[in-house]
């Protein structure tokens, strides 16, 4: 067989499931588990989530026992298309700077709706996670900026992302697995015209779409269909064709560093990660000074051109649009000291005080800052006070990447801010499901997710 990138990788994840998991990875793939959990929570009683999971049951008619965030059970396809849409309603779930897409939404979800059948063991839950999160992020740094500049990669290189979840979940052997990636690549797409159009409420059908493609493709390699074999690389394949731009090497190179999993980053903030690095600043700057509001004549926010290609709502006009507007996340923090999914579900965008200060910032983007981009969300913020007095900041790296991550107790805290509708107990059956994920002498236990892990109720 001549040797092509895509090759290599479906080898390489072969040899990953032979291999024990390192205890780094296996801690944060618990981290994963709780970040996903908790993104699925904090939108599980939006109106948002009962639309997508309305869309499911018609998409995929049917009961079953796979759980469904804040409704009744469905079946796998069903749940895993729920879930994915309402883990990514607020923005929270993790992400990633290179390869610039959502990866637990796509590599989680669609493991987890096939494990409510009670037959995977921990560990083959926990290989299927792995290879979702380590095809999306490859093929995801490999498509690189120009692609998700007009491309959402949670909904290209995420599907293939889904289809290795989903292949690895379904036992496929190397052959048919080669096959789940090529077919779930020809259904890969996602434009960013969705928020150049204002339809942001629909951008969770992104991480839904890829998740179900996914599943589908594995399922069609399964019956013995065939797929692309050179998904990315080929001349009418995944780079050339949606604008690829990043080192095709990413597929295949650096086979030995640890598994990509441990390269996403969590996000600290309920909006777009975009906007992480000016908000990390605006902390700064807050913590050391304590400006008040009245006392800020101005606001000047530099940041990297391809924020606001992505998160260029100057001014939201619905809550749906909160989480793309920089000037509104700012002067929300400026104002407020914290911002919440309160500040993003039911925001007061008329309040005279928030546009006031809004009217104030001034954002501009810089074409030196974008040089450092995707390796770094270069951002500067200077508040320029009444009394002429100027506090600066610059941020480049953001609250939860890899380089300055959460610890495992913050992580706790940062669920129950992020879902305060949980309860005690069910905070402490979640924490402990993750968990178990640790402990490498329950590799071999069915890992079956309980329905009260997702808030089930008996109604849609």
Same mark, same amino acid.
């Given at each position: 067989?001549?040797?092509?990138?895509?090759?290599?990788?479906?080898?390489?994840?072969?040899? /990953? &499931?032979?291999?024990?998991?390192?205890?780094?990875?296996?801690?944060?793939?618990?981290?994963?588990?709780?970040?996903?959990?908790?993104?699925?929570?904090?939108?599980?009683? %939006?109106?948002?989530?009962?639309?997508?999971?309305?869309?499911?049951?018609?998409?995929?008619?049917?009961?079953?026992? %796979?759980?469904?965030?804040?409704?009744?059970?469905?079946?796998?396809?069903?749940?895993?298309?729920?879930?994915?849409?309402?883990?990514?309603?607020?923005?929270? $779930?993790?992400?990633? +700077?290179?390869?610039?897409?959502?990866?637990?939404?796509?590599?989680?979800?669609?493991?987890?709706? *096939?494990?409510?059948?009670?037959? /995977? #063991?921990?560990?083959?839950?926990?290989?299927?996670?792995?290879?979702?999160?380590?095809?999306?992020?490859?093929?995801?740094? @490999?498509?690189? #900026?120009?692609?998700?500049?007009?491309?959402?990669?949670?909904?290209?290189?995420?599907?293939?992302?889904?289809?290795? @979840?989903?292949?690895? %979940?379904?036992?496929?052997?190397?052959?048919?697995?080669?096959?789940?990636?090529?077919?779930?690549?020809?259904?890969?797409?996602?434009?960013?015209?969705?928020?150049?159009?204002? @339809?942001?409420?629909?951008?969770?059908?992104?991480?839904?779409?890829?998740?179900?493609?996914?599943?589908? %493709?594995?399922?069609?390699? &399964?019956?013995?269909?065939?797929?692309?074999? =050179?998904?990315? #690389?080929?001349? =009418?394949?995944?780079? &050339? *064709?949606?604008?690829?731009?990043?080192? *095709?090497?990413?597929?295949?190179?650096?086979?030995?560093?640890?598994? =990509?999993?441990?390269?996403?980053?969590?996000?600290?903030?309920?909006?777009?990660?975009?906007?992480?690095? !000016?908000?990390?600043?605006? +902390?700064?700057?807050?913590?050391?000074?304590? !400006?008040?509001?009245?006392?800020?004549?101005?606001?000047?926010?530099?940041?990297?051109?391809?924020?606001?290609?992505?998160?260029?709502?100057?001014? !939201?006009?619905?809550?749906?649009? #909160?989480?793309?507007?920089?000037?509104?996340?700012?002067?929300?923090?400026?104002?407020?000291?914290?911002?919440?999914?309160?500040? /993003?579900?039911?925001?007061?965008?008329?309040?005279?005080?928030?546009?006031?200060?809004?009217?104030?910032?001034?954002?501009?983007?810089?074409?030196?800052?974008?040089?450092?981009?995707? =390796?770094?969300?270069?951002?500067?913020?200077?508040?320029?006070?009444?009394?002429? &007095?100027?506090?600066?900041?610059?941020?480049?790296?953001?609250?939860?990447?890899?380089? $300055?991550?959460?610890?495992?107790?913050?992580?706790?805290?940062?669920m129950r801010a992020f879902a305060p509708v949980m309860d005690d107990a069910t905070a402490g059956a979640i924490v402990a499901w993750c968990e178990r994920f640790i402990d490498t002498s329950r590799d071999g236990d069915i890992c079956l997710p309980a329905p009260m892990l997702f808030g089930q109720t008996q109604r849609l």
């Open positions: 067989m001549t040797t092509i990138p895509e090759n290599t990788l479906v080898a390489h994840l072969g040899s /990953m &499931r032979q291999r024990p998991i390192s205890m780094p990875t296996r801690e944060r793939l618990a981290q994963a588990l709780l970040d996903w959990f908790t993104a699925g929570w904090s939108a599980k009683e %939006a109106s948002a989530a009962a639309t997508y999971r309305s869309a499911a049951r018609d998409c995929h008619p049917g009961t079953g026992v %796979a759980p469904v965030f804040g409704g009744s059970g469905m079946n796998p396809n069903g749940a895993a298309f729920a879930n994915a849409a309402i883990a990514h309603i607020r923005e929270i $779930d993790d992400a990633h +700077r290179a390869a610039m897409l959502h990866p637990g939404v796509v590599s989680v979800t669609p493991v987890l709706a *096939l494990a409510a059948n009670g037959v /995977m #063991t921990q560990r083959h839950v926990a290989d299927a996670i792995i290879a979702g999160y380590e095809v999306s992020l490859r093929l995801g740094e @490999a498509l690189g #900026t120009r692609h998700a500049a007009g491309f959402h990669a949670t909904a290209t290189a995420g599907t293939v992302g889904a289809a290795a @979840a989903a292949g690895v %979940a379904l036992g496929l052997a190397p052959e048919p697995f080669h096959h789940a990636l090529g077919i779930g690549a020809t259904q890969a797409a996602g434009l960013w015209q969705l928020v150049d159009d204002g @339809a942001h409420e629909a951008k969770s059908l992104h991480p839904a779409f890829a998740v179900r493609n996914g599943m589908a %493709a594995a399922y069609a390699a &399964r019956a013995g269909l065939p797929g692309a074999q =050179r998904f990315a #690389t080929g001349p =009418r394949g995944l780079y &050339r *064709l949606l604008d690829g731009d990043g080192p *095709l090497g990413a597929l295949d190179g650096g086979l030995e560093a640890p598994e =990509r999993l441990n390269t996403a980053t969590i996000k600290a903030w309920p909006c777009c990660a975009q906007l992480f690095t !000016p908000l990390d600043a605006v +902390r700064e700057l807050l913590d050391l000074h304590a !400006p008040a509001p009245h006392e800020i004549e101005s606001v000047d926010v530099e940041i990297f051109t391809h924020a606001l290609k992505i998160a260029g709502v100057d001014w !939201p006009a619905r809550p749906a649009e #909160t989480c793309f507007s920089l000037r509104y996340v700012v002067s929300r923090l400026l104002l407020a000291g914290e911002l919440g999914i309160a500040d /993003m579900e039911s925001p007061d965008l008329h309040a005279q005080d928030l546009l006031a200060l809004a009217r104030r910032i001034t954002v501009r983007a810089s074409d030196l800052f974008q040089q450092e981009f995707p =390796r770094l969300r270069p951002c500067r913020v200077t508040l320029t006070l009444k009394n002429g &007095r100027q506090l600066s900041a610059l941020r480049k790296l953001r609250r939860g990447d890899p380089e $300055d991550p959460y610890t495992w107790e913050a992580l706790q805290t940062r």
